[in-house]
């Protein structure tokens, strides 16, 4: 069983659209995380929520909005897609917030035409 | 400001070669390191870590990476590579206090040839 599953894995929408990426950990964990690998393979921390409370919002624009109904899930919601978001994305889940391995989905690779 | 940084963009070796990658992580009090492999099309896996202890940590594969606090480096080694090797590598750290942000490398891309 995939311990962070991640749907879709592929996407591709045109811009202005509004689009979901879904996340799910059966790994029992508090803390879950959303990561942006952009065209140049870096890796950089969009989002994260412990216990459903969002404890990390880097720089993102807000056409991007996570939900979190409960501790296992962590959705990504983007309104008004645009060129640039052309990325995959990486949910991921740990447990607390202490430097402990965080384990990551499969990514979303999501493409903006 | 907290970072890491790796100096091998793109490493291209033989079969049987060692390798070893380059990670350096700026001052920032207690932290935490890692390695990770992301084969390709896939996501990123675990190879090993470092939270105290022996500075000298085994991960998976053969890998190992030491941290040498001094140097402020966590290079990743290993004797001799494959060409299922092939892949791209990230170093990565989570200070403390940084409430689990974990901060990547550029990554580095390792290419074996057969």
């Known amino acids: 069983d995939t311990a962070v599953s991640q749907t879709p894995k592929y996407l591709v929408t045109q811009m202005g659209n509004d689009k979901s990426i879904k996340c799910e950990q059966n790994?029992?964990?508090?803390?879950m995380y959303w990561y942006k690998q952009d065209s140049k393979k870096f890796l950089k921390i969009m989002f994260s929520?412990?216990?459903?409370?969002?404890?990390i919002n880097e720089t993102v624009p807000n056409r991007f909005s996570p939900k979190s109904p409960d501790k296992a899930h962590l959705n990504l919601h983007i309104n008004s897609l645009e060129l640039g978001d052309s990325a995959v994305y990486f949910c991921?889940?740990?447990?607390?917030?202490?430097?402990?391995?965080?384990?990551f989905g499969e990514g979303s690779w999501l493409t903006v035409v | 400001a907290q970072s890491v940084s790796q100096h091998n963009h793109h490493v291209i070796l033989s079969e049987a070669a060692s390798l070893e990658l380059g990670c350096n992580y700026s001052y920032g009090g207690t932290v935490n390191l890692f390695w990770y492999v992301q084969y390709p099309g896939q996501h990123l896996q675990l190879l090993l870590k470092?939270?105290?202890?022996?500075?000298l940590v085994k991960g998976i594969k053969g890998f190992e990476a030491e941290f040498i606090k001094s140097k402020f480096s966590f290079n990743l080694r290993k004797p001799s590579v494959q060409w299922s090797d092939t892949a791209e590598y990230f170093c990565?750290?989570?200070?403390?206090?940084?409430?689990?942000?974990?901060?990547f490398g550029k990554g580095t891309k390792l290419s074996v040839k057969p």
């Open positions: 929520y412990n216990n459903k409370e969002l404890i």
């Open positions: 470092y939270f105290s202890g022996d500075p």
């Open positions: 790994l029992g964990h508090d803390t």
């Open positions: 990565a750290g989570n200070y403390g206090g940084s409430q689990g942000n974990l901060i």
């Open positions: 991921a889940s740990s447990r607390g917030t202490s430097g402990n391995t965080i384990y």
